[in-house]
């Protein structure tokens, strides 16, 4: 999604724009600009494509200034160019960048026309630097016209807006996208994420919802929706920096695969004392686990396939009906909420626009409690829910999620763990669930022993168009987010099945070019997944099976075997996700793809 990043200084902050949308670009963007005001006045530079583009066109330009916005551009109205790059302008002394969609922006554009502004752009974008300059026109002063033009806007939106006319300040906005303000000496800037200004500070002050912010180099005031200064607390960042450094891996994606096992560590460190440490999850509250009678999970993508595991942990070890639903069907369906429902989002970013939306709709319903497992804590979801339970993942920068599926998987199998004992889970039961958690993060370093031996086998899926994932029970969704992984980043079309549905359907499909992978634990249902190995074998299609040891399953013609650890039950889904994470990065790196920012794609989905 788009990215901002503004900076104030009396240095130039050229550099500090530019390192800040390097670090935004994990995010994805098809475009990038900025506008600096410096003594020739205000400079406009934009380039479709890359940062690096931008980068050469400020080199070349030798543009500076001591203040500056910068935009990296995900594309909603009108196609990726140079033309529809941000920062707009109006007249040749004020430029915005904006986040997010403005949904009336064809009633306000037919407005600015019949008042004579011409657009350059095919943006919704536009209408709000166009708006604020007939405010300025007006006589209002830049800040006093931006508060007047958010009242005008609807739909979600993050902006940055300069003035040469004004260059001892910048404002900035925040009303349904993502931005904080970073806080210097002697300098301040905004960006749509910390991690964008780590290199310049660690002090954040996270915007509210309408929350307008007049930053000059020495002071930020903030302004609340209704116009009244207000004071918002200042936080540190307490990650390491490093954490959003790519380090000796070729790619984000490889280092946060193979981080996973010292994530998965954090997220159950002190977490996994016994009954006591479970009782206090969420200190008083968590005594309201008892209540529960049904469990509803919202999430998107890889985060929603977290939530399909749960889904059977929760009624197999809980005994409680749960139900999961991707945020952007709940978000606008009418639904029935049973009584004492725990509500649950599930969010890497904590950022994404749909899930946001839902918890807010869910806020108006009468849920029990409103719970979010995320890994950001500063994020919109956390702050927005009553309840939080960290998956402490650390930055996951590449757009395919891994690392941060893996540590979702084991909040929510603590989570399941505490909702079981509240209604009744033994001590004996409990001791053994999580003495099989302590065993995670060894267990997933033995399936990344298996990297070599997946990038051999990734050679087969090079030149294929279409491939089919299978698995059985929780393995179902493992199947579904190894499909995931495969098309977002190696653009090879793979869908997801449970294996007992191939017969209705799906095994048309089935020939020597489509090849099938199967996840094959050592389960109930392992002798009922060999018989639907058995049928696409029997349809001449190739099979690649990631099978336990023990699960007497051997290589033979049409059929590669790959031999997994042997992992207790209630690990299966966390551990053999790892090798399908492995295989759709190989895959994509003998493709040749953008790995870390595969195209079409953003990492923080913070438009509908
Ligand atoms: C998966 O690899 C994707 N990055 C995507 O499906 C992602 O999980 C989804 O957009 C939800 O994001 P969130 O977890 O930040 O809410």
Redesign the pocket.
Known sequence: MCGIVGAIAERNVAPILIAGLQRLEYRGYDSAGLALLGSAGLVRLRREGKVAALEQALKQAGAQGGVGIAHTRWATHGVPSERNAHPHLSGDALAVVHNGIIENYQALRFELEAGGYAFASDTDSEVVVHLIHQQLQQGADLLAAVQHVVTRLEGAYALGVVSADEPQRFIAVRSGSPLVVGLGIGENYVASDQLALLPVTNRFVFLQEGDVAEVRRESVRLFAADGAEVQRPVHEFEGAHEDAEKGEYRHFMLKEIFEQPLALQRTLEGRLGGAEDLAQMFGERTAMLRDVQCVQII?????YHAGAVARYWIEALAGVPCQVEVASEFRYRAHVVPEKTLFVT???????AD?LAALRAATHAHYLAHLAVCNVPSSSLVRESELALLTRAGPEIG???TK?FTTQLAALRLLVLALAHARGLGEAALSQHLEELRQLPNLVEKALQMDAAIQTLAEDFVEKQHTLFLGRGTQYPVAMEGA??LK?ISYIHAEAYPAGELKHGPLALVDKDMPVVAVAPRDDLLEKLKSNLQEVRARGGELYVFADQQAELQDEAGMRVLAMPTVPESLIPIVYSVPLQLLSYHVAVLRGTDVDQPRN?A???TVE
């Open positions: 999430a998107c993508g890889t985060s599930i969010s890497q970013s904590g950022e994404t899930t757009v395919a999620s941060a995931l992984k977002e794609l990492k923080s989905v």
